[in-house]
């Protein structure tokens, strides 16, 4: 299966700063990628489907690149709703699997 | 607006079978866009997916778990279920069902259930 490594394992950061979280997989995934936000207590949520495209309703603070193995999430302008954790999860193989999550908090 | 709902036993015993059921509402398991899966999450750590079902019956599921693992769908319910055998207590999660959408750029698991922690212990 495809190993996908999420660093860093926290991100502590103030709101307003840029946020840059990174996604590597173990072998080529091309673009099939997506991220996801999960909050305390909830169900994880679709920000980024391959690897670059916005769910709908997702701000425009979010923003994915990246192709291949290496992935990477930026979060503009961090704001109060963004701290929470984020998973990429990789779908070019079977089975999916899931980051073991960044989680952003605050400094 | 479609929504799901995971419901079952919140405790099962080990070695036994852990039981649970999404309903699905305003939409259709039948859609031939849709995969319905199990993913699951151990408190404190990351996500697993388990396996889907399509409507047709079609399965598939993760290879640490196939051993163990029945996903089934009831059109006529508009649900599907899952079973998981001869659990121990690092069966412990919450398990969320959710639709892996094969449409608009997917796939994607757009839809999520709000998840149904249960808990393995005798």
């Given at each position: 299966e495809i190993v996908m490594t999420q660093s860093p394992a926290t991100l502590s950061a103030s709101p307003g700063e840029r946020a840059t979280l990174s996604c590597r997989a173990s072998q080529n995934v091309n673009s099939n990628l997506d991220w996801y936000q999960q909050k305390p207590g909830q169900a994880p949520r679709l920000l980024?489907?391959?690897?670059s495209t916005r769910a709908?309703?997702?701000?425009?603070?979010f923003s994915g690149s990246g192709s291949g193995t290496e992935f990477t999430l930026t979060i503009s302008s961090l704001q109060s709703e963004d701290f929470a954790v984020y998973y990429c999860q990789q779908y070019?193989?079977?089975?999916r699997t899931f980051g073991q999550g960044t989680k952003v908090d605050i400094k | 607006q479609v929504q799901l709902q995971e419901s079952g036993p919140g405790l099962v015993k080990p070695s036994e079978t852990l039981s649970l059921t999404c309903s699905v509402s305003?939409?259709?398991?039948?859609?031939?866009t849709s995969y319905w899966s199990w993913i699951r999450q151990p408190p404190g750590k990351g996500l697993e997916w388990i396996g889907f079902i399509y409507h047709s019956g079609s399965t598939n599921y993760n290879p640490s778990l196939k051993s163990r693992v029945t996903i089934s769908v009831d059109t006529s319910k508009n649900q599907f279920s899952l079973q998981l055998r001869s659990?121990?207590?690092?069966?412990?999660a919450v398990y969320y069902c959710a639709r892996e959408l094969w449409f608009g750029g997917g796939p994607y698991f757009d839809l999520w259930g709000q998840g149904r922690l249960v808990t393995v212990s005798s």
């Open positions: 980024i489907y391959g690897a709908t309703g997702v701000p425009a603070r070019n193989n079977w089975p | 305003g939409g259709s398991v039948s859609s031939d659990v121990t207590a690092a069966d412990t």
